[in-house]
């Protein structure tokens, strides 16, 4: 139950685009489609911002996106703003029905 | 609204003991699967445990396994985690989180509680 590969950071200006990785193994990303990334601003709990790799929850922008490709998963957030600062992580389904988190990234809007 | 509510953490000593509490409001409690999920003071978040609707599927992380124990009462609407021979390690605030997606651990994590700080110090 090794955690996901995530960057320490990413930053971006309003209105960029930015990409974090996830990166996994054959045991967990690689094998399932059931990846998802939450959003955590300071103090608060997480909230569910892509779930089944690419599939938004009712009540989020559609300016965050999912993907992935072997064992490595991507969100995608598009026309950043200033609230988007925060920190994500991903989180996979594994073998033997445990679940495995990123070790999560830190968004800082320039 | 839903509504998750934990409760019970605190200060122990290394090798004591604890139950937290999650009380669940605003929906129907014994549709869903439930997990637990904690994350240490700085650092990220760390899956602990799973159980489904009917308490049949029940699954732990390596680190928590056969020390702690996850449980519900559907007619309480209420999940719980009994925490045994707590380690400095363990210090974390902990999460209960409804697993919107059925089944599957952690799929779909779509309401979470503010969390319990606990703190395992002597």
């Known amino acids: 139950q090794s955690a996901l590969t995530q960057p320490a950071s990413v930053s971006g200006s309003p209105g960029q685009s930015i990409t974090i990785s996830c990166t996994g193994t054959?045991?967990?990303?690689?094998?399932?489609?059931?990846v998802s990334w939450y959003q955590q601003h300071p103090g608060k709990a997480p909230k569910i911002m892509i779930y089944?790799?690419?599939k938004r929850p009712s009540g989020v922008s559609n300016r965050f996106s999912g993907s992935k490709s072997g064992n490595t998963a991507s969100l995608t957030i598009s026309g950043l703003q200033a609230e988007d600062e925060a920190d994500y992580y991903c989180?996979?389904?594994?073998?033997?029905?445990?679940?495995?988190f990123g070790g999560g990234t830190k968004l800082t809007v320039l | 609204d839903v509504q998750l509510v934990e409760s019970g953490g605190g200060l122990v000593k290394p090798g004591g003991s604890l139950r937290l509490s999650c009380a669940a409001s605003?929906?129907?409690?014994?549709?869903?699967?439930m997990n637990w999920v904690r994350q240490a003071p700085g650092k990220g978040l760390e899956w602990v445990s799973f159980?489904?609707?009917?308490?049949?599927?029940?699954y732990y992380a390596d680190s928590v396994k056969g020390r702690f124990t996850i449980s519900r009462d559907n007619a309480k609407n209420s999940l719980f985690l009994h925490m045994n021979s707590l380690r400095a390690e363990d210090t974390a605030v902990y999460y209960c989180?409804?697993?919107?997606?059925?089944?599957?651990?952690?799929?779909?994590?779509?309401?979470w509680g503010q969390g319990t700080l606990v703190i395992v110090s002597s």
């Open positions: 989180a409804r697993d919107g997606a059925g089944a599957v651990a952690g799929t779909l994590l779509d309401y």
């Open positions: 605003g929906f129907t409690f014994s549709s869903y699967s």
């Open positions: 159980i489904n609707t009917d308490s049949n599927y029940i």
């Open positions: 054959s045991s967990d990303v690689g094998n399932y489609k059931l």
């Open positions: 089944e790799v690419s």
């Open positions: 989180c996979s389904y594994a073998v033997s029905s445990t679940v495995v």
